[in-house]
């Protein structure tokens, strides 16, 4: 446990990497730039895998598994792709260590065994699925092709941070190939809406959909789609993206089709993906000055039950109250920890099961024996309350969906009231200065004019939101004519 | 689906690659010696891992994730670790392409971006991860630490087989940490039966649970528990192992806890894993000259309905009764698929669902409405009745728990009718080359011998299998005393 957190207005960004350590999710490795994922963070993945592989499968995707390693002649097939992550991918050059004849016990790159050819880390995986897709399609009876992997991928990345920008991270990666373009685009935009649904829904993070600009696209895309987060700071977090890669990749790799026609076409392509990076997003959005906080969908342990005693007596007959309460919640799909251990006192698991987000603590003592009650506290609100005893599992219960729901509408809110539209560049600095969030204002259209804006401000074109309304104006710093707002902010 | 499987009496070995890859399972990549695990193959691989991970999480294991990396300088630290996978690793020395001055379009490695540690892709975990328990460990009540991770893994193996070796495979490993010796002694038993009733009950496959030789061991550890199980062509595969590491990572890395009476000492420790092979060992033990044969428990689909139909009136028909029952079946939890393609004959559908090893395929055809029938084809056996059709669900419901169990019987019967006990070395070898599997003989408890009998006939020490009787006798080729029989065998 150990000292309080720096608290968000102190410095949001050490509270937020205290919060990561101190509250078991990950830390940092020997590895540069990579972590570990410790087991209560990863139970938390966990339960974000099984709710998007479940999103996945219903739409009809299956998961494979493809090679870690893309060869270099491969990873250079489709060019603005390779352009795009040659500069911060691992290379394996060599298959083999030996002794270090200088220092005994001490191992060296053997030279002999030297590769004809590098390998490269898988950064992302189009080069060396295409590659196998090519093998796959040959007649339309073969497509759609709705592939979805789990994966590890890595990108050496000069700054790190954990789970929001670290050289090896966890993800799923989905490659579609398809017949027609409309249904590569159609496909695109329902994983982009599907991304949009779990985080709302599940994670109760709110986001805005849109496209991104040509400047913010993915390597090889023609078209990305993406979810827009705010975090408590003022700053927005991309969560997750869908990418319309055209012909590109099937150019490249030459995956043709015969038609039903009979004439052999290129097929068309999406890839979309969400990685551990979310953890950073759900961290940044609900959690406090003491800790996690935890939408109960995403809590390893829902409730927790602690109890207070003196002397085994007491424990006993709290333990049957407790076990029988267990029992009832656990019958209503709720998951629970009793926690009776004896080497931690009452008030420092109160503090540690705050620090780690589980949304409900109930606690049981010799007073409430009596009174035939127990102590209920929120940790999203900080709330404390008596609930009778036979009153507890119906409460818990309609909480679980009370505090997911209470947790979404707070973000939404604090998002919601942090979307300014502005109409001049000193407006758009002062707005970016003073209350920082997402900025609705007019933009030329050109990669010039939005380098310009990050120059002078850092803050990029989050995204051309899909649910607004066409309307004409000037653009924000070179007054041009423009049609439509977008959206700008700083982000992670 | 082009021509037949070459049959297993032609060629065992070229059966196996055939149907690995005509039953969609999995297929060589462009990447020397890796695998991509394709959909169906994949989906047989989830099963594995749910069942195995809920058994995990049952005896109190947690999931967690670890660096893919493994720096050079840990990677040495367990000297026996090191030297065991050196010599097969692959090496991470730079961390930037850049465009090729001579070639433009091309790539080369940027000799600017060397790392000053090399990074060894792990070929296992244990140094990055005592490591990390390091920091993780300093009291008793640290302890145990009981902790899963899935991942991939590379070896950089010279001679490769998809499932069975590959140089990059997924597994899951276990990485636990104890106060005693005996604790983790018995958590090394422990995984060792978990595994071998995981590929009983589960998988179908009988195992013999034993020891490892010193020979066998894995590198590093101090005992090693495996589970053997032996293929059609009678030689044996190791299916999964579990070892006694020891106080040897503990020392390599430094990770002492304080006891309860105030001892500074060096924890013990186990690992455990299985592999991407165990899919090899599912195929060679149940499979047969018209493809696979999957047991119910593993089988992604488990009942498949063609419909026999000429016209749509009589599709329409088929589809009303074919819909209810897959629904019925589906009510019982079976997994079901109703397969109306117009683009494939029921000819090829049959075949493919026989390739592929669906446990049982039901036909319904205008005759069947009539008669109130439905024809119910067995993988297992190849068998196939009419059903009448308030009878279907019922009987197939049976059926998964008839097949499941006589595959497994099946195996089990192959399994012990080649297990022969010798008593001199000509008969050893006689028994090799006439019949094969297992033989149980007596050795005199030396590598050497043990080495010798391996140059001489290709058998090794498959384990010292754990319930058995001592029995006194003289090493089959040495004639010195020996105390028990060993099982030798031609392996995977």
């Known amino acids: 446990m150990g000292k309080k957190l720096t608290t968000r207005a102190e410095d949001y960004s050490k509270w937020y990497n205290e919060l990561v350590v101190k509250a078991d999710l990950a ?3 020997a590895v540069r730039g990579c972590m570990v994922i410790k087991p209560y963070g990863y139970a938390i993945w966990e339960k974000m895998q099984a709710e998007l592989d479940r999103m996945f499968k219903e739409t009809g995707h299956q998961n494979a598994y493809f090679p870690l ?3 270099k002649n491969l990873f250079e097939a489709e060019e603005k792709n390779a352009e795009g992550f040659a500069k911060e991918c691992a290379v394996v050059t060599h298959y083999r260590l030996k002794n270090n004849p200088d220092d005994p016990g001490k191992l060296v790159v053997d030279p002999e065994a030297k590769l004809e050819e590098e390998l490269v880390v898988r950064p992302t995986s189009e080069a060396i699925i295409w590659n196998t897709y090519k093998n796959w399609v040959q007649s339309y009876r073969d497509l759609p092709l709705l592939i979805n992997q789990w994966a590890n991928v890595v990108r050496w990345e000069m700054r790190t941070r954990l789970f929001l920008r670290t050289a090896e991270f966890l993800w799923q990666e989905g490659h579609t190939a398809h017949a027609t373009k409309q249904e590569a685009l159609d496909e695109a935009m329902q994983m982009n809406d599907i991304y949009a649904t779990f985080a709302e829904d599940f ?8 496209s991104k600009t040509e400047n913010e696209r993915f390597a090889g895309a023609e078209e990305t789609y993406c979810i827009e987060a705010l975090m408590q700071d003022g700053k927005a977090l991309q969560a997750g993206t869908s990418h319309f890669l055209g012909q590109n990749f099937a150019k490249a790799f030459d995956v043709k089709f015969a038609s039903k026609e009979g004439n052999l076409e290129h097929v068309w392509a999406t890839s979309w993906g969400v990685s551990t990076r979310l953890m950073g997003a759900l961290i940044m959005t609900h959690s406090d000055d003491n800790g996690l906080v935890l939408p109960p969908n995403l809590a390893p342990v829902q409730v927790v039950i602690v109890p207070i005693y003196k002397g085994d007596d007491q424990l006993e007959q709290i333990s049957e109250v407790a076990n029988q309460l267990a029992a009832d919640l656990r019958a209503k799909g709720i998951s629970v920890k009793y926690d009776d251990r004896d080497t931690q006192k009452p008030g420092w698991k109160f503090a540690q099961y705050e620090l780690q987000g589980v949304p409900v603590r109930l606690a049981i003592g010799p007073k409430d024996l009596e009174k035939g009650t127990v102590e209920l506290a929120r940790r999203d609100t900080l709330t404390k309350e008596f609930v009778e005893r036979d009153k507890v599992v119906e409460k818990v219960d309609a909480l679980m969906t ?3 729901q209470s947790l ?8 919601d009231s942090h979307i300014t539209s502005v109409d001049s560049f000193d407006e758009f600095k002062k707005v970016l200065k003073e209350k920082n969030g997402f900025i609705s204002a007019h933009w030329d259209g050109t990669s010039e004019t939005e380098n310009k804006i990050k120059d002078l401000t850092k803050a990029t074109i989050r995204c051309i939101p899909f649910n607004q309304e ?3 104006g000037s653009c924000v710093l070179t007054g041009k004519p423009s049609s439509q707002r977008v959206l700008f902010a700083k982000a992670y």
């Open 27 to 29: 830390e940092n490795s």
């Open 69 to 71: 390693f893309v060869p």
């Open 203 to 210: 994670m109760a993070i709110p986001v805005i959909k849109g």
């Open 402 to 404: 009370e505090m997911q």
């Open 408 to 415: 979404f509408n707070k973000a939404r809110d604090y998002r």
């Open 470 to 472: 066409q309307e004409s």
